[in-house]
Every structure is written in C-alpha cells, then in structure tokens.
C-alpha cells in the first residue's frame, strides 16, 4: 500500500469545522491540498492523504479474506478537479452498507471510499499506489474484484489479506483443462521466495492455492474451477498483462524472526 502508518499532521492555528467538533455527518470528504488549507489532514492505510470531517478510530487496521464479494466495472478514473487521482467504480453489493471512509479492496488494493451513490462510489489513489499495483493499467469498462473489509462477525472464507500490495506480476500462460483454467504468472524473485506450493497468494484480490513454483523461470501456478472464473477478473485478462500480487504476511514474519536473530535471542531469555 502507498501508506501502510497512521499519522496526523496539524496545521498551526486550526480551526476544526462545527462537524467535526460535534460529530455530526459530512456528505463530502474530498481531498484538499493541506498547503493551501487549514483543516485536519488525515493519511490512512488504504489510499491517500484526505480532508477528514468526522472522528475515526486510527488503531483499527482493515483486513479482507481474498473472497470476491463482486465485478465492479471502471465508470470513469483520472485527475479531478482537486488535484488527486480518482478512481469510480460502479457495484451493487459493496454498495449495500457503504459508508465514507470505508476501506475496499479493489483488485486486491485496499482504498477508501471518498464518494458514493446508489450505484456507485469514488476511491483516491496516490501515486505510490499507482506505482506499485496494476492498477494504472484501468480503462473506462475495466472489470475489478471488490470486497470490502471483513467484520468480527464475519466467516474467514479465504486467507488473512491486508489489501497492501506487494508487487505485480505477469500473466505468462492460461490453459484449458476440462472446466478448470490453468494460470502461470511470473514474479519478482523478491517476491517468489514468499510463494510456496500449496501456500496461499492473493491474485488482484483473489485469495489462491498455490500449485506449483517454478523457481528457474520465476514463476508459479494454480488452477481456477469454473465458479471461481465466473466470479472474479483474472479470466478477462489476456497474456502479458499484469496482476496484484500479495504474498502470505506469515512467511514475513518468519524471516524476520530468522535474519533479526530473533529465535536466537528467545532462546537465551529461556
């Protein structure tokens, strides 16, 4: 993700709007050029730094499952008249119990919700963010996975996906075998060495068993059956094009335990 920390920047002598101070709700969260603006500057977790009106809890971290929830299509995307980048989908079921500042994963890229309608909702995105998925590569009528964050209450489908892309990826071959698609996509070897057979990995949001790793051609594979082709983006997407990827947080953790000498140090305080 572009901004993986919470962080609040007050600008000297701020006067914060009525709204803000008695919590009543705000129908525009647009983002504002602080520069120029002496309003609260928020920058979350899921997209960019925005103009916030209402209080929010900042130690709550989004988490999602990797299950498709919905396609959405692209409506419209590009600079707006605010000076960021925004990015219109158009969905029906994440729409249900939207509310602004809701974060939702698109192709597996946690964003925030700044507008909404009945039909559709608007996130920003920043250029880190752009830089790091394949999200540039959207057009208007592009489809995209879209799920929103999960709840405490509810059932843990897939695998534990923060949204935080790690890298893209790129489709090297699909291939029919009875109802089922075969997908090899090729990876940084950065990224790869996280990837393991039978492991999960997040494709554009899309929580998938692992197959195989081919490590001489950097590469892995896994298999679609036909529901999952159905209900999700990757078997619109032609060869050479590019695919989200998040890799398992745990095998992180794991190195990180490894090269710090964390094992190590545990085992003197025995």
């Known amino acids: 993700m572009a901004a993986r920390t919470h962080c609040i920047n007050l600008i000297p002598k701020v006067v914060l709007p009525k709204s803000f101070r008695t919590g009543e709700s705000v129908t525009n969260l647009r983002f504002d050029c602080v520069s120029k603006s002496s309003k609260l500057s928020l920058k979350t977790s899921c997209g960019r730094s925005r103009t916030h009106h209402r209080r929010q809890n900042l130690s709550i971290r989004s988490v999602f499952t990797g299950i498709v929830e919905e396609m959405g299509e692209v409506k419209d995307l590009g600079m707006a008249d605010h000076g960021g980048f925004d990015l219109k989908i158009g969905a029906k079921v994440v729409l249900k119990d939207v509310k602004l ?23 920003g995105l920043a250029p880190e963010t752009l830089r ?7 057009k208007k009528g592009s489809p995209v996975n879209l799920e929103r964050a999960l709840q405490p209450v509810s059932r843990m489908g897939g695998h534990v996906v923060q949204g935080h892309v790690d890298g893209t990826g790129v489709i090297e071959s699909m291939e029919v075998e009875g109802d089922s698609l075969w997908v090899k996509v090729k990876a940084d070897k950065g990224l790869l060495k996280y990837i393991v057979p039978k492991g999960f990995v997040a494709v554009d949001g899309t929580s998938l068993t692992v197959v195989d790793v081919f490590d001489e051609e950097s590469c892995f594979n ?5 529901y999952t082709q159905q209900n999700v983006v990757i078997p619109t997407k032609k060869i050479g094009q590019k695919v989200n990827l998040e890799v398992d947080i745990m095998g992180k953790y794991v190195e990180r335990l490894l090269t710090s000498g964390g094992f190590s140090k545990g085992k003197e305080n025995i």
């Open 132 to 138: 790091k998925t394949s999200l540039e590569e959207l």
């Open 101 to 123: 500042g809701d974060s939702i994963a698109v192709n597996g890229t946690c964003l925030t919700v700044t507008e909404f309608n009945a039909e559709e909702f608007t996130v």
């Open 222 to 226: 896994f298999m679609m059956i036909a």
